[in-house]
């Protein structure tokens, strides 16, 4: 019996079983979410998906056509997560080899989290997918198949897409994207009534600069290298502009009634996620 669990954990992807290994320790220290309802008003109807419990069928609307059709309201909306992480280039950095890429740390953190809100019940899904939230082993295959599959031209922030009322979004990434994209596309979200959670992923190195002497920086996103002759003379105004950035995220996200946060890749993947999951929570409450 072990060896044949032992076989079945090889074949997953490393990144899936440290996301469940990181899922299983925050859920020994948190409690369910309390889901507050919308009422019973109705959202929409949509047609009928593998997954889909039948008392979700709505018999009369489907006998007009020869589609299935589901029938959601206000309330389900409300319990619905979509979720994203950041695929650009500039994820794919570290600064030093003991420490993971952010695009690793991010899809673990994506992955756990999605865990974690199934086991409690909520319906998720991947912003960009074109498909609608569920739960159970449905939604986490859709997840992983999501998270496998390759993008095309990736960006440092998604394409809004329009999401139904009370649901929540969580975007996770470097968020290193101008501050005025990032205060639009937040804006946009905010105006259908999406609540929402930012949590930024950075090396300890973008924070501190740490790098001494004669330094040649790449650009990983089309951007010209750069040779700097006494990189430490730039310290001191490289780090005021990285505390602006944040401190204009952390704005954009309390003008808007979101969560942020910014998590560093040399600290524990379980204080990320336990973070973002209470932000979660407390979101529901209030």
């Known amino acids: 019996m072990q060896q044949r669990a032992e076989q079945l954990a090889s074949t997953l992807p490393p990144l899936l079983v440290a996301a469940q290994r990181v899922a299983a320790t925050v859920a020994q220290g948190v409690h369910g979410r309390r889901r507050v309802g919308q009422g019973e008003t ?100 859709r997840l992983s198949h999501g998270i496998e599959r390759p993008t095309a031209a990736p960006a440092g922030i998604p394409i809004f897409e329009p999401l139904p009322r009370h649901a929540e979004l969580v975007l996770i990434g470097d968020l290193l994207a101008p501050l005025d994209e990032v205060r639009a ?28 002497g004669r330094v040649r920086f790449d650009g990983m996103e089309g951007e010209a290298s750069a040779l700097l002759p006494r990189v430490e003379s730039l310290r001191t105004e490289y780090t005021d502009r990285m505390d602006e950035h944040r401190a204009g995220l952390a704005h954009i996200a309390r003008t808007a009634g979101w969560f942020f946060s910014t998590h560093h890749t040399d600290r524990s993947a379980e204080s990320g996620l336990l973070t973002l999951y209470g932000a979660l929570a407390r979101d529901r409450m209030t």
Do not use: C, N
Request: charged share 25%; glycine share 8%; aromatic share 10%.
């Open 42 to 141: 109705f959202w929409q109807y949509r047609r009928y998906l593998p997954g889909d419990s039948v008392r979700t069928v709505d018999w009369r609307r489907s006998a007009k056509s020869d589609q299935v059709f589901v029938r959601e309201t206000e309330w389900e909306a409300a319990q619905t997560v979509w979720l994203w992480r950041d695929t650009s280039a500039s994820m794919r950095w570290r600064s030093r080899r003991d420490l993971p890429e952010k695009a690793d740390r991010a899809e673990i953190l994506l992955r756990a989290l999605g865990l974690l809100l199934v086991g409690a019940g909520e319906r998720i899904s991947l912003l960009g997918e074109g498909l609608p939230p569920t739960t159970g082993r449905t939604a986490l295959l």
């Open 185 to 212: 596309l937040v804006g946009s979200f905010v105006a259908r009534g999406v609540r929402g959670h930012l949590l930024q992923v950075l090396d300890p190195a973008e924070e501190t600069l740490p790098f001494a």
